[in-house]
C-alpha cells in the first residue's frame, strides 16, 4: 500500500513561514488526491488543504486561505504545503492523506502519514 512522510514541521515566530513536506516511494502521487490535515492537542481533525491528482484544482479552509499554498512536484513524488503568515491558532500536528477520489470533492482518504508538528510561539 501506499506510504506517506510528513517532513518540514519545526518551531517558528508568529509572521514566520514554513514549507511541510509530503513525499511517498513505490507509488506515483500523481494518482491521488492529497490533503493536508492538522489537530491541535486536545482537539478534533481539521481539513486544511486539498490537491487534485492533476494539480487542475485546489481548495482551502477558511481559516487558511490567502496564507497557505498546496502544490506537486512530480519528479520529486512530494506534495508540498507552504504556509505563510503563521499564527499561534495554526499550531498543531500536521498529516497529509492520499485519496484515490479523482477531485477533492468529498474524498475517502485511504492513506495517512504520522504527521509532523508545527508549532507557532514567541
Known amino acids: 500500500q501506499l506510504q506517506l512522510v510528513e517532513s518540514g514541521g519545526g518551531l517558528v515566530q508568529p509572521g514566520g513561514s514554513l514549507r511541510l513536506s509530503c513525499a511517498a516511494s513505490?507509488?506515483?502521487?500523481?494518482?491521488?488526491?492529497i490533503g493536508w490535515f492538522r489537530q491541535a492537542p486536545g482537539k478534533g481533525r481539521e481539513g486544511v488543504s486539498c490537491?487534485?491528482?492533476?494539480?487542475?484544482?485546489?481548495n482551502y479552509a477558511d481559516s487558511v486561505k490567502g496564507r497557505f499554498a498546496v502544490s506537486r512536484d512530480n519528479a520529486k513524488n512530494t506534495v508540498y504545503l507552504q504556509m505563510n503568515s503563521l499564527k499561534p491558532e495554526d499550531t498543531g500536528l500536521y498529516y497529509c492523506?492520499?485519496?484515490?477520489?479523482?477531485?477533492?470533492?468529498?474524498?475517502?482518504?485511504?492513506?495517512w502519514g504520522q504527521g509532523t508538528q508545527v508549532t507557532v510561539s514567541s
Open positions: 513505490k507509488f506515483a502521487l500523481d494518482d491521488y488526491v
Open positions: 492523506a492520499a485519496s484515490v477520489a479523482i477531485s477533492c470533492y468529498n474524498p475517502y482518504y485511504q492513506y
Open positions: 490537491i487534485s491528482s492533476s494539480a487542475g484544482s485546489t
